[in-house]
């Protein structure tokens, strides 16, 4: 079956612009996590869906950083105003049940961007 | 806060036996222990799962003592195409899963 994909795998947007990054989870889990990951370093944790509810967005690092799941299956990942501290790999990952700390969390391949 | 710690990076060479081990100083009762390896330009991908004692797999064992405050991920007879980063994320004082700087191996002819 189909995993995790992402679109697009690559990003290069001027500074200022806004980007769409989106997230096509595996068919029928609830639970849907956005990452960010700098090189070098391991993903870090920016928010968290089950179903359509966003449960958890503490780790958007500020109100640039918009997401959202209305129909509790594809997520879209918005950065505003793009600076180039936001240039990372954004990873989206899903888990079938409500649990993502019992769970194996599937990964998408990653959008990596780039701000000039 | 939970916090996750494991070597920064580890060499071996094809065919040995490889161990990372990781501290879980404050997890919760009810959580499992999961390792995952990433490839470059690559999401990070499960590789086994444990709650307690020892777990087997097509591809590494898992050994959790019983005050499950480490495990040991070990992988038997590596290869080249091992060489990944290795996570044993751990889930935060919020829930959150903290991921760490993981441990990169590096297989060697």
């Known amino acids: 079956g189909a995993g995790v994909s992402q679109s697009p795998r690559y990003k290069v947007a001027k500074r200022g612009q806004d980007v769409a990054l989106r997230c096509d989870p595996i068919?029928?889990?609830?639970?849907l996590f956005w990452y960010q990951q700098a090189l070098g370093q391991g993903p870090e944790f920016l928010t968290y869906?089950?179903?359509?509810?966003?449960?958890?967005k503490s780790g958007l690092p500020s109100d640039r950083f918009f997401a959202e799941r209305p129909e509790g299956s594809v997520s879209t990942l918005k950065i505003q105003r793009t600076q180039q501290e936001d240039s990372a790999v954004y990873l989206c990952?899903?888990?079938?049940?409500?649990?993502?700390?019992?769970?194996?969390?599937?990964f998408g391949p990653g959008t990596r961007l780039l701000v000039l | 806060l939970a916090k996750t710690t494991q070597p920064i990076s580890m060499d071996s060479y094809e065919g040995q036996e490889v161990n990372i081990t990781c501290s879980h100083n404050n997890i919760a009762t009810n959580d499992y222990i999961t390792w995952y390896q990433q490839f470059p330009s690559q999401g990070p991908r499960f590789i086994i799962q444990g709650y307690k004692t020892k777990v087997t797999n097509e591809v590494a064992s898992l050994f959790i003592p019983a005050d499950r405050k480490s495990s040991t991920l070990s992988l038997p007879r590596v290869s080249l195409s091992d060489t990944a980063v290795y996570y044993c994320?751990?889930?935060?004082?919020?829930?959150?899963?903290?991921w760490g700087l993981g441990t990169s191996l590096a297989v060697n002819p």
């Open positions: 869906f089950q179903n359509e509810a966003q449960l958890d």
């Open positions: 990952a899903s888990s079938l049940q409500r649990d993502p700390f019992q769970e194996t969390q599937y």
């Open positions: 068919s029928g889990h609830v639970s």
């Open positions: 994320p751990n889930a935060g004082n919020n829930r959150k899963l903290i």
